[in-house]
């Protein structure tokens, strides 16, 4: 059983298109974020949506918007890609309520390359 | 905010050798700690995590690490190293009680063991 699962694994794509990566869990976790990982393996969040509600959003340009159906899952829409966001995307959930442990399981990335 | 620091970004050693990456982190109240290893194309596992209690936690693949809250360190050890340890380790601190924080990582270190 996958844990935390995304699709697509590979996303090759021309600037200025629109794409979208899913991102699903079957941990039963309420909090659910995006990270970027860049060329030189530095992650850092992009979001994260705790009950459908957005708390972080770390200076993201606006092309990025995270979409949340419901709790398992957690949707990135990029759009206008530019080459700059060429990456691997990783998707993480966590159990949040109390606070006390935010310990974070991680998908398999999703690596978008922008030609 | 919450920052990271992990001092070595390449470490080259031979195996049965000792490991110690050094990660010291910059945040005034109580912090959750972890370490997460990126094995060659495949995802963040998490290897050990502090939150409370006793300083030195034991993770897995005889991995441990030592929280020294005077010194805001968090190293990891391994006492003999395998090829297999060949990897991207990374440093990450998330606010304790910090509910749906994200994490925030290390620029990670570069492990090689060498046959």
């Known amino acids: 059983d996958t844990a935390v699962s995304q699709t697509p694994k590979y996303l090759v794509t021309q600037m200025g298109n629109d794409k979208s990566i899913k991102c699903e869990q079957n941990?039963?976790?309420?909090?659910m974020y995006w990270y970027k990982q860049d060329s030189k393996k530095f992650l850092k969040i992009m979001f994260s949506y705790n009950n459908k509600e957005l708390i972080i959003n770390e200076t993201v340009p606006n092309r990025f918007s995270p979409k949340s159906p419901d709790k398992a899952h957690l949707n990135l829409h990029i759009n206008s890609l530019e080459l700059g966001d060429s990456a691997v995307y990783f998707c993480?959930?966590?159990?949040?309520?109390?606070?006390?442990?935010?310990?974070?399981?991680f998908g398999p990335g999703t690596r978008l390359t922008v030609l | 905010a919450q920052s990271v620091s992990q001092h070595n970004h390449h470490v080259i050693l031979s195996e049965a050798a000792s490991l110690e990456l050094g990660c010291n982190y910059s945040?005034?109240?109580?912090?959750?700690l972890f370490w997460y290893v990126q094995y060659p194309g495949q995802h963040l596992q998490l290897l050990l995590k502090y939150f409370s209690g006793d300083p030195l936690v034991k993770g897995i693949k005889g991995f441990e690490a030592e929280f020294i809250k005077s010194k805001f360190s968090f190293n990891l050890r391994k006492p003999s190293v395998q090829w297999s340890d060949t990897a991207e380790y990374f440093c990450a601190v998330s606010r304790s009680g910090g509910g749906a924080d994200g994490l925030t990582f290390g620029k990670g270190t570069h492990l090689i063991i060498q046959p």
């Open positions: 993480a959930s966590s159990r949040s309520s109390g606070g006390l442990y935010n310990e974070q399981f």
């Open positions: 941990l039963g976790h309420d909090t």
């Open positions: 945040y005034g109240g109580t912090v959750n």
